[in-house]
């Protein structure tokens, strides 16, 4: 007689079979699993941060500080309030007080001159607070010299060293002589 073969049974789903084989794990597996893990953090933390960021309230504005007009001033409203002029001057501290070039700038811009620069001079020796005009523009020169109350004729004072190079309509290196200026040493002394 024959033999008849058995036939193994296929299981009806084999997803869900066991697989007999032990899986290892390799260094290179949990080292990768580590790093996924790590990034993961990470990325929470950047995500709280951010949300943090974008959902904090502003600040608490009481009634009675806010301007009683019923419309914003446009910005063309507020420079005709207080126009700056086109003067662009440069302030030097020439004489080595600390954070003077600073004040000085202060002061000018409440005068509405533009000071677009403010720095230390080549040396710290000027007696003298000079005005240089730097361009033809004599009408600059003037009105800086009678912002900071100095005679424009004062030759010692007023130079005309013309230097098409420079940004700048004026330099003004400041001297030694700094708290003679009675404009600037009032301002300084109701500001700081």
Not at 21 to 38: F, P, Q
Not at 90 to 95: P, R, T, Y
Not at 112 to 118: A, E, F, G, L, T
Not at 176 to 181: A, E, F, L, V, W
């Amino acid at each position: 007689m024959a033999q008849t073969r058995r036939r193994k049974k296929k299981p009806l789903f084999p997803i869900f079979t066991k697989s007999r084989k032990k899986k290892r794990r390799s260094s290179g597996d949990t080292l990768l699993n580590s790093a996924i893990a790590v990034l993961s953090v990470v990325l929470i933390v950047f995500i709280i941060s951010f949300s943090s960021r974008y959902t904090r309230g502003g600040l608490q504005i009481d009634a009675a500080s806010l301007n009683q007009q019923s419309e914003p001033l446009l910005a063309t409203q507020y420079y005709e309030m207080n126009p700056i002029q086109d003067i662009e001057i440069e302030i030097l501290n020439g004489c080595g007080e600390a954070g003077l070039a600073a004040k000085f700038s202060d002061y000018l811009r409440s005068q509405q001159i533009d000071v677009v620069r403010s720095e230390n001079a080549d040396h710290f020796n000027y007696t003298t607070t000079l005005i240089i005009q730097r361009n033809e523009m004599v009408e600059y020169v003037r009105k800086v010299a009678t912002a900071l109350d100095i005679d424009i004729t004062d030759e010692n004072r007023v130079i005309v060293i013309p230097d098409p190079k420079r940004d700048v309509d004026i330099t003004l290196i400041l001297g030694k002589d700094y708290t003679d200026i009675k404009p600037v040493a009032e301002f300084l002394k109701s500001r700081y």
